[in-house]
């Protein structure tokens, strides 16, 4: 579960928000009341982007008949 804090409050204690990161803490950082940035385990932030389909995946163009032949496998 991840505590929300907003953005005075991350710059001001970011030395203790890391530390609580690095034990496995998550922060949601907002700005204005909106949200604006994660901060999280890098472990944890790397199992998020894999689902992400907005990541890009660095494979180039690609079509339906390369997939099926195999050719990015």
Known sequence: MSKTINLRDANQGFSRRIREVEAGEEFVITRNGKR????????EAALARIGDTTWPLN????????????RYL
């Open 36 to 43: 604006v940035a994660r901060h999280m385990p890098v472990e």
């Open 59 to 70: 494979i180039g163009r690609f079509n339906r008949d390369d997939i099926y032949k195999g």
